[in-house]
Nanobody
Framework: QVQLVESGGGLVQPGGSLRLPCAAS???????VMWRFRHAPGKEREFIA?????????MYAVSVKGRFTISRDNAKSTVYLQMNSLKPEDTAVYYC???????????WGQGTQVTVSS
């Protein structure tokens, strides 16, 4: 069965850090482009970052560039989102998405809550 299991969320103070793993199983990890999104209540789902398999090319939203880093460990079928210098406006449910290269077919993780507050 295809699974994307997200973890690492929680409550942190402004300026703090979190690392969000997304562990994949049930499909060939190397055939997928990995994406990270976030969704705050009352707002549209927002693109955060993406990483390819071939070449490991990354792209970030302007709102997180310089603070967040996406990476993937293909041997462990896991993608990581390292979040530093967190701000209250980063509060959202964070999601992992895996899209089959060359198609619109994708799988979603269950999401993990990140709350940034003093």
């Amino acid at each position: 069965q295809v699974q994307l299991v997200e973890s690492g969320g929680g409550l942190v103070q402004p300026g703090g850090s979190l690392r969000l793993p997304c562990a994949a199983s049930g499909f060939t990890f190397s055939n997928y482009v990995m994406w990270r999104f976030r969704h705050a209540p009352g707002k549209e789902r927002e693109f955060i970052a993406t990483i390819t398999y071939i070449g490991g090319t990354t792209m970030y939203a302007v709102s997180v560039k310089g603070r967040f880093t996406i990476s993937r460990d293909n041997a462990k079928s896991t993608v990581y989102l390292q979040m530093n210098s967190l701000k209250p406006e980063d509060t959202a449910v964070y999601y992992c998405n895996a899209r089959l290269a060359g198609t619109s077919s994708s799988h979603w993780g269950q999401g993990t809550q990140v709350t940034v507050s003093s």
